[in-house]
């Protein structure tokens, strides 16, 4: 059994700079893929506009619910969700603060920031 306590953290609806078309296709891309590894992380969070992945209209939506379902925690910065006026559109995973974050990075064995 893997004891090891990753945190994916997501900063952006799109993978990369440049095209924001293929870099959504990436992010959706990298999301899908995920489920098919034996070893996924324990926590993903989702910061600046990364929220915009977890509220409703996003194509991602059902992606996110089966790696939540595997047993995935999802964790949507609610100051983020704030800004872009999304709290009460959020989907799937739940909306923290800053200081959940901060423990959860506390807490990872790796941190991946995409």
Do not use: R, W
Not at 49 to 70: A, D, H, Q, R, W
């Amino acid at each position: 059994m893997n004891k090891q306590k990753n945190l994916l953290q997501i900063n952006s609806d799109k993978m990369g700079e440049g095209s924001p078309e293929l870099g959504q296709t990436l992010m959706g891309n990298y999301l899908k893929l995920i489920l098919q590894e034996e070893i996924l992380p324990s926590f993903i969070v989702f910061y600046n506009s990364g929220v915009k992945l977890t509220v409703e209209g996003s194509p991602l939506i059902e992606t996110l619910k089966n790696i939540e379902k595997k047993g995935v925690k999802l964790l949507s910065c609610k100051t983020c969700l704030n800004h872009f006026n999304l709290l009460d559109k959020m989907s799937v995973g739940m909306a923290g603060t800053m200081i959940d974050i901060i423990a959860l990075q506390k807490e990872a064995t790796k941190v991946i920031t995409l």
